[in-house]
């Protein structure tokens, strides 16, 4: 009868915890599940207490926090156009600062040259800096490694 005791007050409080969402309900209920875990084993009721008091104290000091700074790191993933900027493209047809086209990890892309920095010729690598209009706007530099645009 303590098992199921234990499990009811287990699952109680892990279900009040999707409503507060704070990990500490959850813990409770950790040290429910060890309390009827002593039960189904025979102990008595204080010492099912004393698991369930021991258990619940450790997964608040030890679990939640460990928890928590899982759920809190941001796990962003970048999509769209903001993932192109500073990549490299291959100039497929000349772009200037009216029109052109380039490759993108083997996709085809309007591009225009960034003002006042010329055109470029088929098989020139370039770096993306924008997207302006649906295309991106492309410059040339030595691709070593620098992003900073010129002056």
């Known amino acids: 009868m303590e098992v199921l005791l234990w499990i009811i ?3 109680v ?8 969402t704070t990990l500490f309900l959850l813990m409770f209920s950790a040290g429910a599940l060890a309390a009827a875990a002593a039960a189904g084993l025979g102990a008595p009721v204080p010492v099912q207490a004393g698991v369930f ?3 619940s104290a450790l997964t608040l000091a030890a679990v939640r926090p460990a928890l928590r ?4 790191r941001k796990n962003v993933v970048e999509m769209g156009t903001e993932t192109m900027s500073g990549a490299v493209a291959v100039v497929v047809e000349q772009v200037d600062t009216g029109n052109g086209l380039v490759r993108i990890d083997g996709e085809l892309w309007q591009a ?6 010329g055109a470029y010729s088929p098989g020139e690598q370039v770096r993306i800096v924008d997207m302006s209009h649906g295309a991106v706007v492309v410059w040339r530099d030595d691709l070593t490694g620098a992003t900073d645009l010129p002056n």
């Open 53 to 55: 008091v021991a258990v």
């Open 13 to 20: 409080l892990a279900v009040a915890e999707i409503f507060t």
């Open 9 to 11: 007050a287990a699952v």
């Open 112 to 117: 225009r040259a960034l003002e006042g920095f």
């Open 69 to 72: 700074r899982q759920l809190a």
